[in-house]
């Protein structure tokens, strides 16, 4: 008899149904997409912030002190001490490798350059070594992925070990001093330290415009660069774009002065201290350092719009509780006849309670399913359409943890919103409802 | 007999079902606070947002020509020409030796404008302002200081000692470097500052504008901007503005059918006055006229409780959120007040198609 009501209820009552159906829908809609949209907010603004550069530096530590203002050297280290672009593998095996999202090693060497078919004299120009778009492990990544704010025109050198000529971009400066085009070529000292080098054909492929001081220099393939210097496997500096979470109190800390507990929290969150510090112990000789300017900036615009979204989606959540609930509260309104009716024919209270909540339940799980579903594909297709052209498909944010959620939500708004309704309309006398409604 | 004036009805049909009048008001009280709420919101994000991306740093950078100092009263007309919400800060920079004989780049400049410009600087304390021989030590650099208290750095044969405030942490060139203050740089080494740092409040259009007025200003001189800086800021700005604007119809959206399925099913029910109305010789037109005056008055007092409401949720929002004050915005009014006018008349008139199909006299016998 129970059911037979109950299905009689949605079947012979669609408009109310669909009312009160819509109601839960819609809510259920938005707070799925508000909430998607919220839990990856995150990354998506990290995404976009990485077009600030790499968040962490790593160097050789028994360097020397650089003499630099501007980006110029004014006193180049004769012999510097390296890193060895071999270790750089290590980098793949700390605990956080899989927050790193970039690495480009550089290797800076001083050179002489001269235009050809000119009998002006070679003067000095700065080259550096890059990985330009290299395999690292699952990864391809490289100077132009770290400094996506650098305009190419033209292709990257590719990386070819031929010993008669090198293919290198040049910085826009340095292209229009010597009035070079993709495809022209001039002449690179080879073997800068060594007295007697001579000069190698360098082909222009690619002129690059960095808005900084990178425009007046040579860009070649990091071996080219290892043999101009004649130092195998070196690197003088590397720079990582890594994931992390915005440093707070506990990250300041000095880990070597935690206890062991408290260290491999430290050592276990992704802070950028905690990467620093993971890379210093993978490589030897390696001193790494958060880019404060780019790190502590980054952790405020992200705290700022991640605390935004989740605050909105919270009104979406009293938006959608009170649409639902007053959907509730119509439909069950409308219907104090029907509980009048049933009263008079002697159901208890207890009975018409459940058979209402019942009707409610099921409805706020079907609609809060579809709301789901709906709100999943919504949030893909705004998140999509606002973050275009970031590269990738369109990634469809299905977060299995949040339909229960949803659906949850949606069961205890509907029968919240609903049960003062009922326990009005349960508090009536029959007759009064019945005599009203006639 | 009392006279039954319109005022009269709409106000006894107000307070009679008072229960009914007030969960209406309710609904147009919540939609229109929840517009408010997020309309002015978004009239301040840009702003708001801007100013969170000042902790960049510098987004100009304004440098000499080389062998041509920059003019003395360069920072002066930098400042008039950005305007007063723009920080500027200059320096100078020249090469000495510290105690254990290695080069170090030292800089002169202002420590106060320095620590609004560079708010990710890290270090132990700022020296006083007031202190002309504090220097402020780049981590790297220290480690070639010998005596980190007491620093003597020589130029051209010219020693001069200073009072260590403490280590500076960066992570960029800043840590290789040794600071001071600009009058006690100029005096010791008589170099001027070549490099002026500008902070511009505002997105790209604001940067660009301020280039082109400052390379008319100061033609002798390099003006460039801190291209991803720039570029950055305006692309996530765009990204959460657009973000936000679908939020905002996504919840207007919620909770205008909500309130319109309220309002309409309340109008629904009263089909017995409406027929009662009408076996007292009310017109259709005049019947409609006075549900609809009813919800309008009702979508007003909402407007009006609800802009209070929602002013008061933007304010808490941007202080819990930004850490500063969202001011109320009569501009978002006139936008809430159509909206929610809107609601309410199209729930007055969607249930116009069956209340015209009744028969009052059917409906009264209770069929």
């Known amino acids: ?438 | 007999m009392a006279t039954l004036s319109l005022p009269g009805i709409l106000r006894r049909s107000l307070i009679h079902r008072r229960a009914r009048s007030l969960s209406a008001l309710i609904a147009l009280t919540v939609s229109a606070g929840i517009a408010t709420a997020l309309l002015t919101l978004y009239t301040d994000l840009d702003q708001k947002l801007h100013k969170e991306f000042r902790s960049f740093g510098a987004n100009i950078v304004i440098t000499a020509s080389a062998n041509v100092p920059l003019p003395t009263d360069a920072l002066t007309r930098v400042q008039q020409v950005a305007g007063n919400d723009a920080i500027a800060a200059e320096f100078a920079y020249a090469v000495a030796t510290t105690d254990t004989g290695t080069s170090v780049v030292v800089t002169g400049t202002d420590f106060a404008q320095v620590r609004r410009l560079d708010s990710w600087w890290q270090l132990d304390a700022w020296p006083d302002p007031n202190q002309t021989d504090a220097a402020l030590l780049g981590q790297r650099a220290a480690n070639f200081v010998g005596n980190e208290h007491s620093v003597t750095l020589t130029y051209a044969g010219k020693p001069i000692t200073l009072k260590g405030a403490g280590r500076l942490r960066t992570g960029g060139d800043e840590d290789s470097r040794i600071y001071m203050p600009l009058p006690t740089f100029t005096a010791w080494i008589g170099i001027a500052p070549s490099v002026i740092e500008l902070q511009v409040p505002g997105g790209a259009k604001r940067v660009e504008t301020t280039i082109a007025q400052l390379k008319s200003a100061l033609p002798e001189v390099q003006v460039q901007p801190v291209r991803q800086l720039v570029e950055g800021e305006s692309r996530i700005v765009d990204r959460t503005h657009a973000l936000m604007y679908g939020a905002v119809l996504l919840i207007a959206l919620t909770v205008a059918v909500s309130v319109l399925a309220t309002l309409s099913a309340s109008v629904l029910e009263r089909r017995r006055d409406f027929a009662l109305m009408k076996a007292l010789g009310g017109s259709q037109m005049l019947l409609m006229g006075m549900f609809l005056l009813e919800a309008l008055v009702l979508a007003i007092a909402g407007v009006a409780a609800g802009f209070v409401v929602g002013s008061a949720a933007a304010f808490a929002i941007s202080q819990l959120n930004f850490h500063t004050a969202t001011l109320p915005h009569l501009s978002v009014l006139p936008l809430v007040l159509l909206v929610n006018l809107a609601i309410a008349t199209l729930a007055a008139l969607l249930p116009l198609r069956v209340l015209r199909t009744l028969q009052p006299a059917a409906l009264l016998k209770g069929e």
């Open chain 1, 1 to 438: 008899m129970f059911f037979r009501l109950l299905m009689e209820s949605f079947r012979r009552q669609r408009r109310r149904k669909l009312l009160a159906g819509i109601a839960i829908l819609l809510g259920t809609t938005a707070v799925t997409a508000m909430l998607a949209l919220a839990t990856t907010i995150g990354d998506r603004i990290h995404k976009e912030l990485a077009v600030y550069g790499a968040n962490i530096i790593v160097y050789p530590k028994s360097d020397q002190l650089e003499v630099k203002v501007g980006g110029v050297d004014i006193k180049p280290a004769s012999t510097g001490s390296y890193l060895k672009e071999s270790d750089l593998e290590k980098l793949k095996g700390i605990f956080w490798a899989n927050n790193i999202t970039g690495v480009s090693p550089e290797l800076r060497v001083s050179d002489q350059a001269r235009q050809i078919n000119t009998d002006s004299p070679s003067f000095t120009v700065s080259v550096i070594g890059l990985w330009f778009d290299h395999d690292f492990g699952s990864l391809r990544t490289g100077v132009a992925q770290i400094h996506p704010w650098w305009k190419l025109n033209g292709k990257w050198p590719p990386l070819v070990a031929d010993a008669d000529s090198w293919q290198v971009a040049v910085g826009s400066s340095l292209a229009k001093k010597l009035d070079l085009k993709i495809g022209d070529k001039f002449l690179l000292r080879r073997g800068a330290n060594l007295e007697g080098g001579g000069f190698t054909a360098a082909y222009v492929t690619g002129i690059v415009s960095t808005g900084d001081q990178t425009d007046t220099d040579v860009l070649v393939p990091l071996p080219v660069a290892q043999a101009i210097a004649n130092t195998p496997d070196a690197v003088s500096r590397v720079e990582i774009s890594a994931r992390t979470k915005p440093e707070d109190a506990f990250a300041r800390q000095d880990p070597d002065k935690m206890s062991p507990a408290k260290h491999d929290i430290w050592y276990c969150s992704p802070y950028a201290n905690s990467i620093a510090y993971q890379i210093c112990e993978a490589i030897p000789g390696a001193q790494a350092e958060q880019v404060r300017r780019v790190e502590q900036s980054e952790g405020n615009v992200l705290k700022r719009i991640s605390g935004l979204m989740w605050l909105i989606s919270a009104a979406a959540l009293l938006a959608a509780a009170f649409a639902v609930s007053a959907a509730m509260a119509t439909a069950i309104l409308e219907r104090r006849g029907e509980i009048g009716l049933m009263r008079s024919l002697g159901a208890s209270k207890g009975s018409i309670a459940l058979l209402f909540y019942s009707e409610t339940g099921i409805l706020a799980i079907f609609a809060g399913t579809l709301g789901y579903l709906a709100g999943s594909g919504l949030a893909a297709w705004l998140g999509a359409r606002i973050f275009r052209g970031d590269g990738g498909a369109p990634e469809s944010i299905l977060i299995p943890v949040l339909l229960p959620v949803v659906v949850a939500l949606a069961l205890a708004v509907a029968i919240g919103g609903s049960t003062q309704s009922i326990s009005a309309a349960l508090r009536m006398n029959p007759s009064t409802i019945l005599r009203e409604d006639a």
